[in-house]
């Protein structure tokens, strides 16, 4: 079976169109995106409340996931930092798996076939 990868991509919200333009043009046909809540180095988040400073332990994020067999890995994340690389704490990060198997529930494809549309 032909390799292939799943890239999970968590950052700030603002730039998400960009990269979902940026990442069509390179042929990453489909995606998972889901609203997440979470935190890293930055440790929160001051927030107000009717003026009064609170401070928020979670920050309002998404989580990007992409399977790919045919487009380079490298060239996901590659796009992936040029689009979110801010400099600043909260750019967020790039976690990359091995897929052992995909199955298409509607055709019972597997493998690479089960990410072809047909």
Avoid: H, W
Avoid at 8 to 14: E, L
Avoid at 73 to 86: C, H, I, N, R, S
């Amino acid at each position: 079976m032909d390799k292939i990868t799943k890239i999970d991509i968590v950052t700030r919200k603002n730039n998400f169109e960009e990269l979902k333009e940026e990442l069509g043009k390179i042929g990453v046909t489909g995606m998972t995106v889901t609203q997440v809540l979470g935190c890293g180095v930055q440790k929160g988040d001051m927030q107000y409340y009717r003026g009064v400073p609170m401070e928020t332990k979670l920050i309002p994020k998404l989580k990007v996931e992409i399977v790919v067999s045919e487009v380079p890995v490298e060239k996901v994340v590659e796009v992936a930092q040029k689009v979110l690389k801010t400099g600043k704490i909260g750019d967020g990060k790039i976690f990359i798996y091995d897929v052992l198997n995909v199955i298409k529930i509607r055709t019972g494809e597997t493998g690479k076939a089960a990410l072809q549309d047909k």
